[in-house]
Structures are given as structure tokens and as C-alpha cells.
């Protein structure tokens, strides 16, 4: 089961050539996934913070169509694997029927000192059931 | 022969944990591929974006260790690859001794229209002189 | 009448002090003009860009107290003035009932080259009924 | 005497009309603020942040022309006034002879709780001579 978030690209994301400039896609996947915590799994970001964090430790992305100012994109965020104190993500985003992105991240959870710490029984319930495999 | 760029971590660059915010990283990868056109390719991104421009296509990054806020970073730039109409680029950062993130980037160079577009001579000869391997 | 836009303060938009980076507000000021503009106003920026903009020729913000990651703004523009070619709003934000920040913001109606042009009529009367006094 | 800060135009900093989107005018304005106590002052922005800060407390800015990719920006900033916990810093940036923007920032010095803090006489010496009037 994928978790869905609908992003219209606004006028900050777009470069002089008038698409998304790359950087600010990675934005967009990082707003994603504090969704994804905050709804799905039911952990904001702001609370995770506090005792620790998900950084990225690995991402990959490849670009296969520009989107244009006012575009309306869909991210959908699926699970491809969980690991003891890691996950990899999948994240694509679609403009109606057109991929404009795929992207593979890999976040590992950790606590106040940046040590990985195994993932907590609720969260990981939760990883599992957005597992797309 | 590689293409250095060395950068301070500015405040802006950081985030709630004290670390650059991985989307951060990107614009950093963008600018040094930016400044190595416009140094060492001799051609400036702003001319080339004239006529067409190096859309990015495809990156990924592995991010080793955390940068902090005042750390001197030192970007490295070198080709992997050069195609007929595209480029895969080598970007790694290093602070002193320490890697703190690698990354591989391909782009595309392509016309006013967004269609690939073969290398001018004067810039794959370019690129071929930072040849990594 | 108010034009409000809510806004949950992301992880992105926050500085190494856990409170958000302040240029980061200007980017929320910005996003707050774009949908009034698409929403209420009926002409969304990215149509207006096609014919020209409304570039901000003159901003001042005073930040009364930090926002912090997770926080839960609510924005609000209304128009403190409107011009032949211009419009001054007002955009403040509030967290539960504490003012955040206020600015007031100059932004001019321009054609593709970048001169100033009167409003159209459609414009006009749609910024007329958001004047806040 | 003023501090100066040389900044080419990059590509990150254009919107799709091609200039620089105003919001990133305000982190050139804070990179030039940092730089400014790393370099002039003598206290790195990343040894302010471990006891403290400067928050901005208030800022306004005259956008006067725009500024286009590659353009060589020189920023200069010098203090109007200096009060006993805070500062007011005029910012502007030119491009050859024309005039960019002016920005008039007041900054407040705070410890690490986020309450206003004297000035330490080392930082306030140097803010002074920089005063411009």
C-alpha cells in the first residue's frame, strides 16, 4: 500500500529554463517522507527529532520527464525493504499519467548521538504495512 | 585530472540537527558542476543556458559522514563517462581527510527545446581532459 | 477579507537554532501570494507568468517571535493598497493566537519585457475586495 | 567602512523569468551577515551559534532592478546603528554602477535560551568601525 501526496509545483521550484530545478525535487521527497511519519506511520517528525532522527544515508533518483510551474504531481511513497535500524523508500511522482520521477532512499534511524538504534515495534509495523513486495 | 571546489558549510546549509540537510548537498553539486563549466570547460552556465542548457538526469549519492556547520569542504569533480550527447560526472566531498559524501551524476546536453544535442567539439575535449579513469 | 493560508512549519524550513531559517519565510510569503493568486484572484501564477508577473519591488517583515518545526501557522493576506500598476499587501502569520510574523509587501503588475502594466480589470476587482481598510 | 562581499549570480538563486527569485536574496543577505562577523568581526557564525545567536529580528528590502544569471553581484554592508543588545545593518548590492537591492537588517544579539544579551565589547569594537554615518 503506497502513501500518496499531492504537490502542485510552485514558482520557488522552477529554474530559469522554467522546470524544477533538482535540488528542489529532493525538498519535495524529504516533505514526503515527514508526511508519510506524521500520517501514516503516525510519528511526526518533530516529535522523532527530538530523540533522534531518520537522516538519508544514500539516495538515487533519475529524471525522466521536466515538470513545469503549476504542474500537479503525485508522490507515492512505497517500502522496499526494513531493515533492523534502516529502510529504503521508493518514492515516484507522476503528472497524470506521465512518471516525471523515481527515486530510491535509504534512512537509517538513530538516536540523539547519530548512533543507529533499532526501529521502535510501532513504526516498524507500520513500514511494513506500506512494504511494496 | 580532477576539478576542486571548496566550500564552507554556511549556516543556511544546516538544519535542526546541526548537519546539512541533504537537499542542501544537491545545490552544492549543482554549483560545482556550475563552476567547473564556467572555469574549467570555459563555457559559463549562463551562455550555455542561452542556446540550451545540462539537464541533470540521473544522480545518486551516498552520504558517509555528517557536515556541520563552519566545515570546510572540499569538492571534487571528474568524468566517469563521456557520451555522445551526455556526461556522467564524479562528485565526491571530502572535510580534511574525512569523505563525507560521494555522488554520481549524469547529464544530458540538449538544445533551446530540451532535445539531446551532440557535445560541441571544444567542450568534450574539455570534459575528456578530467577523465577519472 | 482575508485571504489565510495554514501552514505546517516542515523540518526544511528550520535553521540549526531548531527555529525557522528567516529566508525561508519569504519563500511562505511567496507560496501565501501565488495561491491567493490562483485561488481567490483566479489567475494562477503560472499563467500570469506567460504574459508577464508581478515581481516584489519592495518587502519588510518583522519576525516577533521564532516558529519552531511542526508548528502550525496560519497565514493571511489582505490588501493595504492598490495601485494603477501595484498592490501593497499585508501578510501576517499567527500560531494558535500568537503573531509570528508580519510583512507588507509591493508587488507591480508587469508585461514579458518587464514594464509596468495596469491592472486588468478582473484583477483589480478581485484585490479590491480583499482591502483591509 | 563598509564590508564587502563579491557573489556571482548562480543558476539556484533564478526564478523562470530568469532573474533572482527574491527569497534568495535574503540568503545571500545572511551569507554576507555571516561572513561578515567570520571575517570582519573575527567570530565565526559557528562559534556565535554554540552560546547563542543574532536572529533577525526585522528587514526590509528595495528590490531596485533585477539581477540575471551570471551576474557579478558585490554586496556591502556597514552598520547604522548599534544599540546596546542589538544592531542595524544596511546591506546593498550593486552590479557595476547599477544598484540591485538595499536592505536594512536589525539583528539582536542572544544566548543560547534566545534572550537579548550586551553585546560582548570585542563584537560591539568592531561593529563600530563599521558604522556608516
Chains 1, 2, 3, 4 share one sequence.
Not at 519535495?28 to 532522527?53: H, Q, R, S, Y
Not at 511522482?93 to 537509517?108: G, N, P, Q, Y
Request: aromatic residues 10%; hydrophobic residues 40%; contains cysteine.
Amino acid at each position: 500500500m503506497a502513501f500518496t501526496y499531492p504537490q502542485k509545483v510552485l514558482f520557488k521550484y522552477c529554474d530559469p529554463a522554467g522546470i524544477v530545478f533538482f535540488p528542489r525535487y529532493f525538498e519535495l521527497i524529504n516533505d514526503c517522507i515527514e508526511t508519510f511519519f506524521g500520517e501514516a506511520i503516525g510519528v511526526p517528525f518533530e516529535e522523532l527529532m527530538k530523540v533522534g532522527g531518520v537522516p538519508t544515508v544514500e539516495i538515487t533518483a533519475t529524471f525522466k520527464a521536466p515538470s513545469r510551474h503549476g504542474d500537479r504531481l503525485l508522490l507515492s511513497l512505497s517500502c522496499r525493504r526494513i531493515g533492523r535500524t534502516s529502510a529504503t523508500l521508493d518514492i515516484d511522482a507522476h503528472c497524470s499519467e506521465e512518471l516525471r520521477f523515481r527515486a530510491t532512499s535509504t534512512i537509517v534511524h538513530v538516536d540523539r548521538s547519530g548512533r543507529p538504534e533499532v526501529w521502535p515495534a510501532r513504526i516498524k509495523d507500520k513500514l511494513q504495512s506500506h512494504l511494496n513486495r
